[in-house]
């Protein structure tokens, strides 16, 4: 194992002992990895100390010319990334700024624990992503969606319950997740999400059509399921988000769409704000930060959806004038 290789076990278990997301780490430790592989195979460097920002820009310049999977940590007999449909096609500048912004992180990291002198990635400039309209899912788009579930099978019945909470709640999938039964309050219409990613508990609040659909879903699942959690398998194991993402994946394949547990959430955002919601709820809602986060993610409304808010707000339409 290369020095660059230890540092990024170290690094990895300090992400660890700070709690951060799994999901984050797991975009940590591929970035690095590829970038370290990259820095042997290209300049023959194994150890951070000999890595200068010069090399960084290489990397980037590297990145935006092959394509995706060309190169992989993964054991290549196993994975067959050449059999993906996106094999090979260009790199974003959305992942190409993740990318750098990971390996900053990691270099700050670096020269914070004194592993090196210089920090070589201070003066490198972050990759601006690109800003990706969020997909506004039309009414009959999202009733073909929650009609594919087959309801009579405890897996899909559970996903449906799940699909119809986020688009109610805007909560995310993996909050979810962790609620167990003392967190619903059926007669306040409230969840309270104690997993969350700013590791600050908050309420999200659901529909009086949704408070039945629950109710009816913890009766059913305490017949075949004694699951501390309200979403188990159903040998009583915590579900995990990408039997819930696969799940989905399959729903929506089955009706010509393409629709995910974060877009459901986007689109609570969006028909929140066309139905009269304001930022700042909106922002207390889905346990952003501030509300200048939700602005930046959620006002790139397309002109139709700007067409409908303007109409249902128009000020002389609705004045007797």
Known sequence: MSDFEIEIDRFMLD????????????????????FAKWLDVEFNITTPNDVTGEHLRAYMR??????????????????????????????SNTTIANYTRNIKVF?????????????????????KPERKMKVMLE???????FRAFDVTKFDQYRDWIIARLIFDTGSRIGELLS????????RANAILLRDTKNKKQRFVYFSDKTRRHLKSWLDFKDRYSDSEFVFSTI????????????????????????????????????????????????????????????????????????????????PLQNLDI
């Open 107 to 127: 270099f700050s990291h670096l020269h914070l624990e004194k592993v090196i002198r210089k920090n070589p990635m201070k003066a490198i400039k972050n990759v």
């Open 179 to 186: 609620i167990v039964p003392s967190d619903i309050e059926l």
């Open 235 to 314: 040998q009583g194991n915590k579900l995990k988000l990408e039997s819930v993402e696969r799940s989905f994946r399959l729903r929506s394949k089955d009706v010509g769409l393409e629709v995910h547990p974060h877009l459901l959430r986007n689109n609570f955002a969006k028909r929140y704000l066309i139905n009269g919601g304001d930022l700042a709820t909106l922002s207390r809602l889905l346990g952003h930060s501030s509300i200048e986060v939700t602005s930046q993610i959620y006002l790139d409304f397309a002109d139709k959806e700007v067409s409908k808010k303007y109409r249902q707000h128009s």
């Open 15 to 34: 992400c660890s002992a700070k709690g951060l997301a799994s999901k984050t780490m797991k975009s940590y430790e591929q970035t690095l990895k590829l």
């Open 139 to 145: 009414d009959n788009e999202l009733k073909q969606f």
């Open 62 to 91: 590297s990145l935006s010319e092959r394509g995706k999977y060309e190169m992989s940590t993964a054991n290549e007999s196993v994975n067959y990334p050449e059999r993906r449909q996106d094999y090979g096609k260009k790199i």
